[in-house]
C-alpha cells in the first residue's frame, strides 16, 4: 500500500514567487495536516483539514493558503515567497477524526523541500 | 498554551545499549496524546510510539517504550538494544486542544541521537 506521497520532493523558487506543494494520503484517509520544518527545529503546525473543511490554522500569514479536495488530496499554496519560507515542508494523514486521543497523524510523507533564494 | 520541551539536543549511545531520550510537557487539559517520532536524514517522520492520556499503561513496540509519568508531566522514550540504524533526530510531541489550532502537533526541537559500534 502506498503511503502519504508529496510532490515534488525538491523545489527552488525566487522571492516574490507563488509555490504549490501537493500531497496524497493514504488511502482511505480522510484527514491532512501541514507543517513547516525550517532546519535545525522541529515542525511547526500550518493547517488541518478533514472531509474538506479546514479545522484547524497555525499561526502563519495569510500568504499560506491550503485546500482539501474530494478525493482527500491536499495543496498547500504560498504567495510572495520570503527566504525565510525555505524549509521542510510535511504533509501528514490520519484515518480517524481529529481528536485529543488516538494514534491520529501518525503517517507523515517524506516532505517536499523548498529553497527560496 | 501547550508546550513541548527536549532538553537533550545531543546524545550518545554505545551499540546494544539501552538509551533514554528525555521529554516534557505542558498543557492544562485532560486529554492529550503523546508521540514520538524518528527523523532520519531523509527527512522523513517515521512514527515509533503513542501514549494517551487516559491509558493506564506505558506503551511499549518492540524495542521502544514510552516511560509516562503524567504527574511530572514527563513522556522519555526508551529505546533498548540500540542499532546503529537508530541514529537519527528524534521529536516528542503532543496533540491536544488548541484554539484555532484543531488538534494539531506541537512538537519539541528533537534530540539528535548517535549509535557508535
Known amino acids: 500500500d502506498a503511503g502519504v506521497t508529496q510532490s515534488p520532493t525538491h523545489l527552488i523558487k525566487t522571492r516574490g514567487q507563488q509555490v504549490t506543494l501537493r500531497c496524497s494520503p493514504i488511502s482511505g484517509h480522510k484527514s491532512v495536516s501541514w507543517y513547516q520544518q525550517v532546519l535545525g527545529q522541529g515542525p511547526q503546525f500550518i493547517f488541518q483539514y478533514y472531509e474538506k473543511e479546514e479545522r484547524g490554522r497555525g499561526n502563519f500569514p495569510d500568504r499560506f493558503s491550503a485546500r482539501q479536495f474530494p478525493n482527500y488530496s491536499s495543496e498547500l499554496n504560498v504567495n510572495a515567497l520570503l527566504l525565510g519560507d525555505s524549509a521542510l515542508y510535511l504533509c501528514a494523514s490520519s484515518f480517524i477524526p481529529p481528536s485529543t486521543q488516538g494514534k491520529s497523524e501518525a503517517f507523515f510523507g517524506q516532505g517536499t523541500r523548498l529553497t527560496v533564494v | 498554551a501547550q508546550k513541548i520541551t527536549q532538553t537533550q539536543p545531543g546524545m550518545f549511545v554505545q551499540e546494544k545499549e539501552a538509551v533514554t531520550l528525555d521529554c516534557t510537557y505542558d498543557?492544562?487539559?485532560?486529554?492529550?496524546?503523546l508521540f514520538w517520532y524518528k527523523q532520519p536524514s531523509s527527512g522523513e517522520m517515521i512514527f515509533l510510539i503513542y501514549?494517551?492520556?487516559?491509558?493506564?499503561q506505558n506503551a511499549t513496540e518492540g524495542r521502544y517504550s514510552l516511560n509516562f509519568q503524567k504527574a511530572r508531566k514527563s513522556a522519555n522514550l526508551v529505546i533498548s538494544a540500540s542499532q546503529l540504524g537508530d541514529s537519527a533526530m528524534y521529536f516528542c510531541?503532543?496533540?491536544?486542544?488548541?484554539?484555532?489550532?484543531?488538534?494539531?502537533?506541537?512538537f519539541g526541537k528533537g534530540t539528535s541521537l548517535l549509535v557508535t559500534p
Open positions: 498543557t492544562s487539559d485532560p486529554s492529550y496524546g
Open positions: 510531541a503532543m496533540r491536544g486542544r488548541a484554539a484555532n489550532s484543531g488538534y494539531a502537533l506541537n
Open positions: 501514549q494517551g492520556s487516559y491509558d493506564q
